[in-house]
């Protein structure tokens, strides 16, 4: 099914990053045969406030045979703050990684760029065919790598990228490999074959990853600060990282 960028009310606002990424993401997502996945009403499209200023929060979201749910969140905070967050969950038959990027700019100027395959099996490690590709695209040239958090114990993989851009070459390095990491992971994905006997394997390890990803304090107060922490509960589980049902 066809994306609709123009439908966007906030990415032509964002920083250029974010927009290129969105705009990348969902061509490369053109590739697979996408179908609606449904969030509640009142979820896809979020509007508040944080500290006197107006939060945004838009919500695509879709389904392919081989992933429960791609999702790409854009959120923007008055305007100096821009959010992008993209996830992307494997059916739990097909034990592929899980795509996973976030941008974080700030003021116009990106503070955090993340982007990686986290290993979608039980061994904690990414198989030779995308360690051979992700080598090939990954580049250490950045002048501000950054530390990763501690609730990402064993979800994160060997080919991990975080860093903070200093300048536009090296935003423009990070858009290339993580549309580079995307382009990689969506080719594997159109290859691979559902391995049923293997779903509990599968299932465990995504309700793994989930569950370290719902311990990011900085995302959970945001949330809590400007709608409350009921409501940042359900869309911590329910949006952003909402598990996998039992094998």
């Not at 006197?52 to 969140?73: A, D, M, S, W």
């Not at 975080?162 to 969506?186: D, I, W």
């Amino acid at each position: 099914m066809p994306i609709s960028v123009a439908a966007s009310s906030i990415r032509k606002h964002q920083h250029p990053l974010v927009r290129q990424l969105a705009e990348g993401i969902e061509k490369i997502w053109q590739r697979l045969e996408l179908s609606p996945y449904y969030l509640p009403d009142d979820l896809g499209y979020v509007e508040g406030k944080l500290e006197g200023e107006k939060l945004v929060i838009e919500n695509r979201c879709y389904q392919t045979p081989q992933f429960r749910k791609l999702h790409l969140e854009l959120a923007r905070i008055g305007k100096n703050l821009d959010i992008l967050h993209c996830v992307m969950f494997p059916r739990s038959e097909y034990g592929l990684p899980i795509f996973g990027c976030d941008i974080v700019s700030g003021r116009g100027q990106v503070s955090a760029a993340i982007v990686d395959l986290s290993p979608g099996t039980a061994t904690g490690h990414l198989n030779a065919n995308y360690l051979n590709a992700l080598k090939a695209l990954h580049n250490s040239a950045y002048t501000q790598p950054r530390d990763l958090p501690e609730w990402g114990e064993r979800i994160f993989s060997e080919m991990c990228c975080f860093v903070k851009p200093t300048n536009e070459a090296e935003e423009q390095q990070f858009l290339k490999q993580a549309q580079g990491y995307l382009s990689t992971h969506v080719q594997q994905a159109l290859q691979r074959q559902p391995m049923p006997e293997r779903r509990q394997e599968f299932v465990d390890r995504q309700r793994y990853y989930c569950a370290q990803q719902q311990q990011n304090d900085k995302t959970r107060r945001v949330l809590e600060k400007a709608f409350g922490p009921q409501w940042a509960e359900r869309y911590m589980t329910t949006v952003l990282f909402d598990m996998p049902a039992e094998a």
